[in-house]
């Protein structure tokens, strides 16, 4: 397993990460039993965020007198210095340590410099050595941009899997440039990537630190298993990610569930990809009743556009959802998938 060196931070740990956003899900025994399990066979970065209900209670519990073992990251969606200080200090406490190896701004709208109040925070907290280093996540790619034009942070998280585009991927790049740490989330594209073996062999070809959001032992088992054995790029995974982009490109949601709620109590973030998930898991999954029922809520959509206001990709969100039920209704009459 390859290490890589998130920039100037110093930071360096195996090219395989945990993302501890999915933890919301199980309990806390679980939880903490997976996240020894990772930590056993190799993982040594956790990224959490105040925004995950309990998953920074969790992580504290994980890994509770062994803090200096592992490196935690954690964020924060402050947007005033009060809840600033009080985030930090509560992620702190769950987390039961004094201090974060990174804290990051979490899906900023813009980037904060200096003299913004956020930024002044985060330098302060780093002089008072309750912060490590100062990080800062974004799902646009012009903000993301900005960011590492700005040169004022240390690491950069964004989206980033093998459906990139050349933009992104030039993203990645200006971040070593510019001796950034690059941390990949939504490396499996949302849940919508399924081949493990073809996204670890992309991610293997860039500087960057994927965090995979894992809730499941047979999911950890995935990602520990490239600890055993070395994953590179080789023409047949080529030919699949390929196929794959084909297929996938253009106008998809990523299932990141920022856009809601609707005003109508739509599922957008699985119902705007569903001709997607139909044809990649197994189908049936997706046609039940429930399934349905959340289907032909589309036929509610009141075309209000608060959703399209907050999705990061800019997508036509009530056009891709009519698109998808059209889809489904064909698929129900008896088309195949
Ligand atoms: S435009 Fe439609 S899908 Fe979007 S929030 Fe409004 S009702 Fe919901
Ligand atoms: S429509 Fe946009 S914001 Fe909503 S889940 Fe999909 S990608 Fe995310």
Known sequence: MRNITLGRTGITVPQNAFGALPIQRISTNDAVKLMRRA??????????ARAYSDSE?????????MRDKVYISSKTQATTKEKFWSDLETS????????????????VARCYGEGDDLYECMKEAKAQGKIRHI????????????????????TLQFPFSYLASDRDI????????????????????????????????FMCEYDALPIWGIQRESELDEWLGFFERD????????????????????????GCGYCMPCTVDITINQCARMSQMIRRAPSENWLTEHWQNEMMKIENCVDCGICKTRCPYELDIPNLLKKNLQDYKEILAGKEV
Do not use: P, W
């Open 39 to 48: 930590y056993d066979g190799g993982m040594r970065f956790f990224d959490t």
């Open 57 to 65: 209670e969790k992580v504290g519990l994980a890994f509770e007198g």
């Open 92 to 107: 702190l406490k769950l987390l039961k340590t004094d201090y974060l190896d990174i804290y990051q701004l979490h899906c």
């Open 135 to 154: 990080g800062i996540t974004a799902h646009k790619i012009g903000v993301a941009e900005d960011i590492i034009a700005s040169g004022l942070y240390e």
């Open 170 to 201: 030039k993203l990645v790049e200006s971040c070593a440039k510019a001796n950034m740490g690059f941390i990949a989330m939504k490396g499996l594209s949302g849940g919508l990537l399924t081949n493990s073996e073809a996204c670890m062999a």
């Open 231 to 254: 994953i590179t790029m080789t023409d047949e995974i080529k030919a699949f990610i390929n196929n794959d982009r084909k297929e996938l490109l253009g106008e998809f949601c990523r």
